[in-house]
Each structure stands twice: as structure tokens, then as C-alpha cells.
């Protein structure tokens, strides 16, 4: 391998996964992945140009559908997006220098998928409720109607903070919700930072395949009573990225 090239590393497998002939990785033209094995241990990695930036969305794309592919077929931890050696024997020391934690945290994962499950607030429908329950944001409402911006600023002002607190505490409140339905489903869950200033939901499940079924019904149950307020997204199965410790993301 020339010095002007490297080795994209995805993820660390068991040594007996082997990746597709047609399984395409990162950069233009996506590079072939390929498998480097040590002991019980396999890196899923593919050739790239250590000069050319790497971090276009088309990038992170292949990136993921290469490690969800493979969560559903065998054990995988993630390796952090944008994790490029020099080549393969940087790969091997890699594998060697954490072989048993790795491996050990394989088993964990071993028949376990993650799965996100996101939702965002409707916003007319949330400030319509929050204006009949809290007159304090009604009364301001009322202030702002039909008046110009600019001789209502300090009124919008107040009343956007109250919408925001409203969210905030309404959102707890739902993460917790949720983890309640559907934890009993569950491994393990991770709450996840919002995306977006009206996010009601945004957490991450490890679930069992044997309860993949009945977890994705508690989630279907638990969006349809709220499917008026809430637009909410069930995205997997996934690679455990929020199950992964930082050693095993490989900093």
C-alpha cells in the first residue's frame, strides 16, 4: 500500500464474518471492503486516499449501511466514523492490542440490534394544548394577536420561554413515558440529545431479536396514543452505536 493510502476501518466483527463481493464503502469510487483478522477478531475495512477528505454525506451513508447490514447478520462493534490507518499492520495491533475486551463485548451483542425511536412535537398542537392549560402563556398570546412584532417584542420573548420550558419538561416527561412502555422489550436503553428545539422523544433501544416483534408493537401502541401530538419514527434495526463504549468506538 503507497503512502498516499490508508485503510477506513467500519467495525470490529468475529473473524469467521466474511464481507459480500458487492459490499461498497467509503470514498469516490466507493472502495471494496475487505476483512482483516486477528485471533477471534475481524476488522471490516476498505482502501482509501488518506489525502482526500472523507466525511461527505455519501460517506457516513455508506458507512452505516455497512455496519447495519451487518448488525443483522452477526455481532459488530461500530468503529468511530472517520477512523483511517496506514495500513494493515496498524489494523492487527489494533485487534491485538484489545482483543479480549472487544471480544468480550461481542458476545454481548451477540442476537441484539439497536433500535431509535424519534418524535417531534406538532407544533400548533402543542402550543393549542399548553394555551389551555397555562394562563399565563394564554393571557400572553392574547397580548401578541393581531399586534406588530416590534411593539409586542418583550411579550413574544416571554411567551417563546414558556413554550420552550413547556417543551423541555414535556419531553422528560415522554422519554420517560416511552422507557416505561417498552423498556420490558428491552436490553438496555440510552437516551439521546434532541435534534431539533421541539423533539418529544429521542431515545435508543438494545433489544433482544427473540423481542424485536414485540418491541416494535409496544412502539406502534405508544405512538398511535399520541399520534395526534406527536409524529413519531421508529429507525432500525441499527448497529449498537449508543451501546458502545468509548474504548470500543476507538477514540
Do not use: C, W
Not at 1 to 22: C, K, N, R, W
Not at 94 to 103: I, M, Q
Not at 205 to 230: C, M, N, P, S, Y
Amino acid at each position: 500500500m503507497s503512502q498516499e493510502h490508508g485503510l477506513f476501518v467500519y467495525g470490529i466483527v468475529p473473524s469467521d464474518v466474511e464481507p459480500t463481493a458487492d459490499a461498497e464503502g467509503v470514498g469516490d469510487p466507493p472502495g471494496r471492503v475487505t476483512a482483516i483478522r486477528h485471533g477471534e477478531l475481524a476488522a471490516l475495512v476498505s482502501e482509501v486516499g488518506l489525502t482526500e477528505p472523507i466525511g461527505r454525506p455519501a460517506d457516513l451513508t455508506a458507512y452505516e449501511r455497512l455496519l447495519d447490514g451487518t448488525a443483522e447478520v452477526a455481532p459488530v462493534l461500530p468503529v468511530r466514523f472517520g477512523t483511517a490507518v496506514t495500513g494493515e499492520d496498524a489494523v492487527v495491533d489494533l485487534l491485538a492490542a484489545h482483543h479480549d475486551s472487544f471480544a468480550a463485548a461481542l458476545a454481548e451483542f451477540e442476537d441484539r440490534l439497536q433500535y431509535t425511536v424519534h418524535g417531534r412535537f406538532d407544533e400548533q398542537e402543542f402550543v393549542s394544548d399548553l394555551l389551555t392549560r397555562d394562563t399565563r402563556a394564554a393571557a400572553l398570546a392574547d397580548q401578541v394577536r393581531g399586534r406588530p412584532e416590534a411593539q409586542s417584542r418583550e411579550q413574544r420573548i416571554r411567551l417563546g420561554e414558556l413554550i420552550s420550558q413547556a417543551v423541555e419538561q414535556r419531553r422528560e416527561a415522554e422519554n420517560r413515558a416511552l422507557v416505561d412502555a417498552v423498556g420490558r422489550y428491552a436490553v438496555a436503553d440510552a437516551p439521546r440529545r434532541p435534534s431539533h428545539e421541539l423533539d418529544a422523544v429521542n431515545v435508543a433501544f438494545l433489544v433482544a431479536t427473540d423481542d424485536e416483534k414485540d418491541f416494535v408493537g409496544a412502539v406502534e401502541d405508544f405512538a398511535e396514543q399520541r399520534r395526534d401530538l406527536i409524529r413519531m419514527r421508529l429507525v432500525g434495526p441499527l448497529a449498537p452505536y449508543d451501546f458502545v463504549s468509548a474504548h470500543q468506538l476507538v477514540e
